[in-house]
């Protein structure tokens, strides 16, 4: 009953997954159900004149092809609901902003046949100039403030006089990094089934936010918020995209209107690609100084990434440099170019992910030209506040960290000197890198309830997108309210339940667990209260919110990522052969699943540093790695050893009231980095852009 | 996927007679992706995957496997393995277990390219639809070939399995209407010229019934390396299948066939005659592999393939002849 917290139970919904009967929101058995296909544009920007849909209609099983000359109009109109929401392409204008954009929908009575009439619709449009490539509109880069989980920020900070500091450094890096532009593609692709009832609606959707979706769907139709139910109860994967509302989210829900049924709508695979954001390209460039004694004396950190005409999202890579190292002179630069693709969106550690890499890549670079041990230059110039506000850290144990994975790695054996180590053929390197990733905690809320019977159920509208949320919040209810584990049941994913914030920013086990145990503490005081076993249901709420407190402090999680790398030296082939993780997180809610977490972050890391890419056609406007045979994520050959290890307790009284920080994130941080350093230390070739294809290191 | 005609062959008699614009289905991983994705139409489907062509043979100094052998069968077969360990090899570097499972030695010989403009519906392909154009010429062409290309189409050939085939000089035994016949596996594959929608030089209804692959001393030597962007389950960025056999400090006979670069898979003569009575060395193989590679036409994301296909086939020659790298 106590010490429930950090055991390592299995998932919850481990079983129903694996043996197909967990319902995805695809799923949901509806009566009358009817199969929409989107039609997508093949140009990048045009007005579209026509959309012949006469030889889909003919095809057997069709029920409609809705296209923006015979879609119904929004009473709310499409555009977004608050700031963060995403801008839709809704068949509500003749615009083409970028390829791949939904121009029309196909309806029919199966899948099958939807699809088919998808391909026979025939889309007229008349072109208009466009362009997918950074470097035409580098000289419209223009300043935006950072919007992440944890608040606004400006786009750019300066502590101290940069300029002056490297003019007089004795030892100086100043390279340029490039991240591309990538997918994500979680298993299960975007679905949403929505069905009408009257002038209310409900929406199963494949989401990692419920109130949100409702939020946008109720302003898109004009109906007060309560009229719109979501209901999520499994996330076949997340990692940022499904963070917003998307356009076959509304087109579902106005299809259904429009023809009187249900209608579901799940995205192909190549309809992933520029629909529904995927994480924007970035040029950043680092300008890192150091004494002689190897004390950081300037840092800048300028990043350029690219949105769509026609919203703003900005991936705020060079923020990272504003909390990672003691330096008196710091400053960070973030620039927007807008190009005619799809908005991008969060993908996970959306910034801290793509800055980290050239940051770290960039401290590697100034620790190798000062010949000092990369760990002993990151000691050196350790953050004891936070470099810029001064502020305290809530809790910090970076220093643990290094000393746990260079000690688990086996960090002291290592050669500093490139292309010195031979493995059977290959070039043998090592490399490392921290990593780190805000503390965010938002308002949430839970109810929690004693049955007669002894057993209990929280509910949350929060959603468990394969982190564990079933599992860990049933466990913070055992321990708070003092019952067995398997007494307590956990249920989530419904704009019925109490409000949750969108899954999203690392944000969920800490806000989720805080208001969880605020609702059973004040259930067990209750109980406590009329000294009896009920013989009716008690229930009590549980609402939180971050302090005052909290803003007088910096909340990060930290890590450090060691890789080992193995390279052809002819053929430029990288595996990576080992990678540890260690990481301080807070109060580790399942060990287990903590693990998993850390794990999945570190792979994602090795498909950052070797693999993924969103090719685009820049003469078509294109993606053209538009299946999980082009677009490559890590196969289980690429993913050798990876160890994640970590801190069960990190004691911290303010990051919130469970004392969790999220651990979605952070293990991706500094991954890509650490990869590339080592490839650095087999190859002695520095590879700044990602991905590091063979080509690369020939 | 449009609607067809669905029938399943009794037998390879059967198959033949009913064959004519009919698509036989055998493993079904390459024909049913791409009729989901529509590039391919077939108004009517032949089963061919329950005929009796799955036996893996040595007889008459030859492995002899049946058009409907798995990947894995041939891949894992003892004297395979034994007798051409390029051929398993290659086979094994291909594709995921899953995929090899269900994919036969026939549908592999007629495997379409990935080129991913010929995917994609919203592009032009003279390859699927001839002279409509080509998006790729000046698209994104990192995984496209250097060699045997035309100004219709600079797709690459996709399988390993056919690389490693043709450096074995196999011959594909097919069933027509007009009877048997046996296709050099260097004569199946045709360059796209002005018709890369023509790909293989089979006969209307000609079915392909089996392998035969010649068993000697040097397809014993037989070796498979290929360079791609991840460890498994990616298409080559260059892949070259050897044999070198060397007697007395001397090669006696080389062949190498290449991957990953060419609209067919690449065997040049020349490249190959130019080792004889050499020394199995680096420079023997470089000289080759430079001669092999004459005549690439590198495109901007492609251009690296030429140096890459040359180590990778000095890669495979060294490990063929057993030299030390």
């Given at each position: 009953m106590s010490d429930e917290i950090g055991k390592p139970y299995p998932r919850r919904d481990g079983r129903a997954k694996v043996t197909g009967e967990a319902v995805y929101s695809y799923e949901w058995p509806v009566p009358g159900i009817l199969y929409g296909v989107l039609v997508t544009s093949n140009l990048a920007k045009g007005r579209i004149t026509a959309v012949d849909s006469a030889a889909a209609e003919r095809e057997p099983g069709v029920i409609a092809v809705l296209t923006p000359f015979n879609a119904m109009k929004l009473p709310g109109g499409a555009k977004p609901a608050d700031t963060g929401d995403r801008v839709v392409q809704v068949l509500q204008d003749d615009q083409i902003l970028y390829s791949n954009q939904p121009v029309a929908v196909a309806i029919a009575d199966t899948f099958e046949r939807a699809l088919h009439a998808a391909a026979q619709v025939r889309v007229s449009a008349q072109a208009l100039p466009f362009t997918v490539r950074m470097a035409d509109e580098l000289h419209a880069a223009f300043p935006h403030d950072i919007r992440t989980s944890a608040g606004s920020q400006p786009a750019d900070q300066l502590r101290g006089d940069v300029e002056a500091a490297l003019r007089r450094a004795e030892h100086k890096v100043e390279a340029d990094y490039e991240t591309p532009p990538e997918t994500h593609n979680p298993l299960e692709p975007h679905a949403t089934l929505a069905v009408w009832s009257g002038d209310r609606l409900t929406l199963y959707d494949a989401t990692q936010g419920i109130f949100g979706v409702r939020k946008k769907l109720a302003k898109a139709f004009a109906l007060p918020p309560g009229n719109v139910r979501v209901i999520t109860k499994y996330v076949g994967g997340g990692f940022g995209c499904k963070g917003s509302a998307w356009s076959h989210v509304v087109i579902a829900a106005l299809a259904a209107k429009q023809l009187g049924r249900p209608v579901k709508i799940a995205l192909t695979r190549p309809q992933m690609?520029?629909?529904v954001g995927g994480r924007p390209q970035t040029q950043q460039k680092i300008s890192a100084a150091a004494d002689k004694d190897g004390r950081l004396i300037a840092l800048r950190h300028e990043t350029v990434s690219t949105t769509s005409r026609f919203d703003d999202f900005i991936e705020p890579a060079a923020l990272v440099s504003r909390h990672q190292y003691q330096c008196e002179n710091i400053e960070t630069k973030h620039r927007l170019v807008r190009l005619d693709i799809g908005t991008p969106t969060y993908m996970r550690a959306p910034g801290e992910s793509s800055g980290s890499f050239a940051l770290e890549s960039a401290i590697d670079e100034l620790a190798h030209e000062l010949g000092i041990d990369p760990i002993d230059f990151r000691l050196k110039n350790y953050a004891e506040t936070d470099p810029i506000e001064g502020k305290p850290f809530s809790s910090k144990s970076l220093r643990r960290c290094y000393e746990l994975g260079a000690e688990r790695f086996g960090w002291?054996?290592?050669?500093?000197?490139?292309?010195l180590v031979l493995r059977a053929g290959k070039l043998v390197g090592t490399g490392m890198a921290t990593a780190a990733y805000p503390a965010n905690y938002t308002k949430a809320s839970a109810i929690a309830r004693m049955n007669p019977d002894g057993t209990v159920l929280v509910q949350s509208g929060a959603v468990d997108i394969g982190g564990g949320t079933y599992t860990v919040m049933a466990q913070v209810a055992a321990e708070t309210l003092g019952v067995p584990y398997e007494k307590v049941k956990f249920d989530l994913g419904d704009t019925e339940m109490p409000e949750a914030p969108r899954s999203g920013g690392s944000i969920t086990a800490a806000s989720v667990a805080s208001a969880v145990e605020a609702a059973c503490r004040a259930l067990r005081q209750k109980l406590d209260a009329m000294g009896e076993r009920p013989r009716k249901p008690v229930e009590a709420l549980g609402e939180v919110a971050p302090s005052e407190e909290r803003k007088k402090y910096a909340l990060h999680s930290f890590g450090a990522q060691f890789a080992e790398v193995e390279v052809d030296p002819d053929l430029g082939m990288v595996r990576v052969t080992r990678l540890v993780g260690a990481f301080a997180a807070g109060r580790i809610l399942n060990a287990s699943l903590a693990r998993s977490q850390f794990m999945g972050g570190m792979v994602w890391g090795i498909g950052m540093a070797l693999h993924e890419h969103s090719v685009y056609d820049e003469k078509l406007g294109r993606i053209m790695t538009r299946d999980l045979a082009d677009y490559h994520v890590p196969s289980h050959k690429d993913v050798v050893i990876v160890d994640p290890i970590f801190i069960p307790v990190e004691k911290d009284d303010v990051v919130d009231p469970a004392g969790v920080k999220g651990i979605g994130e952070i293990g991706i941080t500094g991954a890509a980095a650490a990869i590339g350093n080592a490839v650095f230390n087999a190859t002695g070739k520095r590879v700044r852009a990602l991905p590091i294809t063979p080509d690369k290191l020939l | 996927m449009r609607l067809f005609t669905f029938q399943r062959a009794a037998n390879v008699d059967e198959a033949v007679a009913s064959g004519a614009g009919a698509a036989f289905l055998a493993g079904g991983t390459n024909l049913v992706d791409l009729m989901k994705i529509e590039v391919l139409n077939p108004e009517r489907v032949l089963d061919v995957s329950r005929l009796d062509l799955a036996k893996i043979e040595l007889r008459e100094g030859a492995l002899q496997i049946g058009a409907l052998a798995s990947n894995t069968a041939v891949a894992e077969h003892a004297e395979v393995m034994r007798a051409a360990p390029g051929l398993s090899q290659a086979l094994l570097s291909g594709a995921s277990p899953q995929l090899r499972n269900a994919a036969t030695v026939g549908g592999n010989l007629l495997q379409r390219t990935r080129c991913a403009y010929y995917r994609d519906l919203g592009t032009r392909c003279n390859k699927r639809e001839p002279n409509s154009g080509c998006d790729a010429m000046e698209g994104w062409?990192?995984?496209?070939?250097?060699?045997?290309?035309s100004d219709k189409c600079i797709a690459a050939h996709p399988s390993d399995m056919c690389v490693a085939l043709y450096a074995l000089e196999a011959m594909v035994r097919v069933r027509g209407p007009a009877g048997e016949r046996d296709i050099p596996i260097g004569e199946l594959h045709l360059l796209p010229g002005d018709h890369p929608e023509r790909e293989f030089s089979l006969r209307p209804a000609e079915l392909i019934t089996g392998v035969r692959v010649p068993i000697d001393a040097l397809a014993a030597r037989s070796r498979y390396v290929k360079v791609r962007d991840r460890q498994s389950y990616a298409f080559a960025l260059a892949s070259c299948a050897a044999a070198v056999q060397v007697e007395g400090g001397a090669i006696r006979a080389a062949r190498f066939a290449l991957g990953g670069v060419g609209t067919k898979p690449w065997r040049v003569p020349e490249a190959e005659r130019s080792m004889q009575g050499r020394p199995p060395t680096r420079e023997t193989f470089a000289r080759a592999a430079e001669i092999a590679l004459r005549g690439a036409v590198p495109r901007r994301d492609n251009a690296f393939k030429v140096e890459l296909a040359k180590r990778t086939a000095v890669r495979a020659l060294m490990l063929s002849a057993g030299a030390p790298s």
């Open positions: 690609f520029g629909i002291q054996k290592r050669t500093r000197r490139p292309e | 062409t990192r995984m496209h070939a250097v060699l045997g290309v």
